[in-house]
């Protein structure tokens, strides 16, 4: 799968939109036992047939076993944090606006560290690093579908027309990102304070 892929892009949202649906089923309850199954993937449990099917449904008949892992990766990741929107592009992004609520605009902050092992994690230690930055989001919104996307790609080789990498695109989209909403999200904060203050 490659980014610029229109069709995997379209399969991606839906995949976020069954995501979305099991926490809107039951009258709004959500799917617990589903939700719960998902989240145990990540201790290396398969989730049942009956709690993944709504995820199977949108998935192409391409994806490959290995691409069904990041799959449940990504579901597992929702199941503990439930806060989807396509208003971030990345979780750089995420994390950028909690660096900004949480620390400021200092110089350097656990957060940075976090990132920067993050980005430097192969696929096969990406689990584990994904997981506790994603602790950290609570209130603040992921893109889930663009994170499948960027597991997908996290380690793709193929060269991109501008010369870089998939994979290596992935992580410089995550830094960009991540300064960019750490310093924006920081800026408007000041500036909200600054106009409470003044009224």
């Not at 799968?1 to 379209?10: F, I, P």
């Not at 449904?57 to 691409?67: G, I, N, R, Y």
């Given at each position: 799968?490659?980014?610029?892929?229109?069709?995997?892009?379209?399969w991606a949202e839906r995949f976020a939109s069954a995501l979305k649906a099991l926490v809107q089923a039951?009258?709004?309850?959500?799917?617990?036992?589903a939700l719960a199954e998902l989240r145990r993937y990540k201790t290396g449990q398969l989730p049942s047939v009956g709690a993944v099917s709504p995820l199977l449904?949108?998935?192409?008949?391409?994806?490959?076993?290995?691409?069904m892992a990041d799959v449940f990766l990504t579901a597992g990741l929702f199941a503990d944090h439930r806060e989807h929107s396509?208003?971030?592009r990345s979780l750089g992004a995420s994390l950028g606006v909690y660096r900004a609520q949480k620390h400021g605009d200092v110089d350097s902050c656990p957060t940075d560290t976090r990132l920067k092992v993050l980005l430097g994690s192969p696929r096969t230690g990406l689990d584990h690093h994904l997981r506790q930055a994603v602790t950290l989001l609570d209130g603040i919104s992921i893109n889930y579908a663009q994170l499948l996307r960027d597991v997908l790609n996290w380690e793709n080789t193929q060269f991109r027309h501008d010369g870089l990498t998939y994979g290596e695109s992935v992580r410089l989209r995550w830094l960009r990102d991540y300064d960019r909403m750490a310093h924006t999200a920081y800026a408007r904060s000041v500036s909200l304070?600054?106009?409470?203050?003044?009224?």
């Open positions: 799968m490659t980014s610029d892929d229109s069709q995997s892009d379209r039951r009258g709004g309850k959500g799917d617990l036992g449904a949108v998935l192409p008949d391409w994806v490959t076993e290995k691409q396509s208003a971030h304070s600054g106009d409470e203050e003044t009224s």
